[in-house]
């Protein structure tokens, strides 16, 4: 049976990679980084399930290559929508838009795809900007919690990356 949820959006800084385990060089592009845990088994769990995966992050390109390298999961990507690439960061809906169309994901198949980040203002907000279902990963305590307006806050809130699975289960068995 095929999945309702259509593709999983991620950011990258502390939603899969721990942002304080960088290691950058002088243009602040990381060249390595631990990932948070869990994080490596979603990404093979979700690309198991079938799930399209884009990578929507503002940052550095050779960043979210380097990393995703290193452990080995950059290949489970199907797109990449990176700031410095778009022209634009987060939460510009044209982020957004690249990804969802580089995945050949319709308009009115939005609110079919799941957007997963560390910020509020930037992940949450761009997402239901563009009626996605936005998930908040309350990982890291490097930027503020609390929702500073109704386009700021989730349809989901998780602590750890594994607890995206419970979501889009729950996800799935929406009729």
Same mark, same amino acid.
């Given at each position: 049976?095929?999945?309702?949820?259509?593709?999983?959006?991620?950011?990258?800084?502390?939603?899969?990679?721990?942002?304080?385990?960088?290691?950058?060089?002088?243009?602040?592009?990381?060249?390595?980084? *631990?990932?948070?845990?869990?994080? $490596?088994?979603? #990404?093979?769990?979700?690309? !198991?399930?079938?799930?399209? @995966?884009?990578? %929507?992050?503002?940052?550095?390109?050779?960043?979210?290559?380097?990393?995703?390298?290193?452990?080995?999961?950059?290949?489970?990507?199907?797109?990449?929508?990176?700031?410095?690439?778009?022209?634009?960061?987060?939460?510009?809906?044209?982020?957004?838009?690249?990804?969802?169309?580089?995945?050949?994901?319709?308009?009115?198949?939005? *609110?079919?795809?799941?957007?997963? $980040?560390?910020? #509020?203002?930037?992940?949450? !907000?761009?997402?239901?900007? @563009?009626?996605? %279902?936005?998930?908040?990963?309350?990982?890291?305590?490097?930027?503020?919690?609390?929702?500073?307006?109704?386009?700021?806050?989730?349809?989901?809130?998780?602590?750890?990356?594994?607890?995206?699975?419970?979501?889009?289960?729950?996800?799935?068995?929406?009729?």
């Amino acid at each position: 049976m095929a999945n309702r949820i259509l593709a999983v959006c991620l950011d990258f800084g502390d939603t899969l990679a721990d942002e304080a385990s960088e290691v950058k060089d002088d243009t602040l592009t990381a060249l390595r980084a *631990e990932l948070i845990p869990g994080a $490596g088994e979603l #990404l093979h769990e979700l690309k !198991r399930r079938g799930y399209k @995966l884009a990578l %929507v992050a503002d940052g550095r390109p050779g960043t979210y290559s380097n990393v995703l390298r290193q452990h080995s999961v950059h290949e489970l990507f199907d797109v990449f929508a990176i700031s410095e690439e778009v022209g634009v960061e987060k939460p510009d809906p044209r982020m957004f838009v690249a990804a969802l169309d580089a995945l050949d994901i319709e308009l009115e198949d939005y *609110e079919r795809t799941v957007m997963v $980040g560390n910020r #509020l203002d930037r992940d949450v !907000r761009g997402a239901n900007d @563009l009626g996605m %279902v936005s998930v908040w990963i309350d990982w890291s305590s490097r930027y503020y919690a609390e929702p500073k307006n109704d386009a700021e806050v989730p349809d989901f809130t998780i602590h750890a990356p594994l607890e995206l699975l419970d979501v889009l289960d729950e996800l799935e068995r929406v009729d």
